[in-house]
């Protein structure tokens, strides 16, 4: 889906190659052979449109098209197993339960951008300056992201508000969605990405540079908002004492002051 999003977003800028153009004159019609001034257009998905139906101009547009597509494809590939790769490494730290209820606690995951730069296209200068500002946008912008999540007072642990026992054992949460907890993502906004991408390429002269970054930017934050829908938070083990415990005059209790810690695999 992030390929499909950020092709169908760079397709809708109708980027026209070549760029700027104006017919050179009267005798500009003769230099061609018959039917080289009525060629047959590019596909409408292509990434660029032809300036007109020249066949050198179809044909440039076709051709840097393939190359603009394969690179997203690339780097889109790159960034989705990037982030399937935190999720799969990241842990969940210091959560705080009263009773059922949990609060607070932290995600710990890897940096992004070492992540997306050793699956992104880097065979030409060109690929690894676009690939470089890429994953040091986003992973930039995905930090001040993960550390702002936290768990807003859920009742993960429903056992807890009357446990009969003096410890509670390590029991697993309520799994719900990554999207339920309480984080800032404003970093990880298209504009945000997108600046934060031109600014790294310290070109602005790059063609079509602050295009394909929009498109990809675009692209991922829709796939981010999904992904943190779809993405379970599970298997947060909360353990706790019961201090209120007395048999057998108090037989049961609430877990006070316990804590919660998700092992790498607690987001699936």
């Given at each position: 889906m992030l390929v499909m999003l950020a092709k169908m977003n760079f397709c809708s800028k109708a980027i026209k190659l070549p760029m700027q153009w104006s017919t050179p004159g009267d005798h500009y019609p003769n230099a061609f052979q018959p039917g080289e001034e009525a060629f047959p257009p590019n596909q409408p998905l292509n990434l660029f449109r032809e300036e007109s139906l020249n066949k050198y101009h179809v044909d440039s547009a076709g051709e840097v098209g393939k190359q603009f597509e394969t690179y997203i494809e690339g780097i889109c590939g790159a960034i989705h197993g990037a982030v399937d790769q935190w999720r799969?490494?990241?842990?969940?730290?210091?959560?705080?339960?009263?009773?059922?209820?949990?609060?607070?606690?932290?995600?710990?995951?890897?940096?992004?951008?070492?992540?997306?730069?050793?699956?992104?296209?880097?065979?030409?200068?060109?690929?690894?300056k676009y690939t470089t500002a890429i994953a040091s946008a986003l992973g930039t912008a995905w930090l001040p992201w993960q550390t702002s999540i936290k768990v807003p007072g859920l009742p993960w642990y429903p056992a807890f508000a009357a446990f009969p026992g003096p410890v509670a054992p390590p029991m697993p949460n309520i799994p719900v969605p990554l999207i339920a907890l309480v984080s800032v993502d404003a970093s990880l906004s298209p504009g945000a990405l997108s600046g934060l991408m031109m600014a790294n390429l310290g070109d602005p002269t790059a063609l079509h540079a602050k295009d394909l970054f929009d498109a990809v930017s675009k692209a991922f934050n829709t796939v981010f908002t999904m992904f943190k829908a779809m993405t379970m938070v599970t298997n947060v083990l909360g353990t706790g004492p019961i201090p209120t415990f007395a048999p057998p005059f108090v037989p049961v209790g609430p877990v006070m002051g316990g804590v919660g810690t998700g092992p790498p695999g607690c987001l699936v």
């Open positions: 799969q490494m990241a842990t969940i730290a210091g959560v705080m339960i009263l009773g059922p209820v949990a609060t607070v606690g932290m995600v710990v995951g890897p940096p992004l951008m070492p992540l997306i730069m050793a699956q992104g296209p880097k065979g030409t200068p060109q690929e690894l």
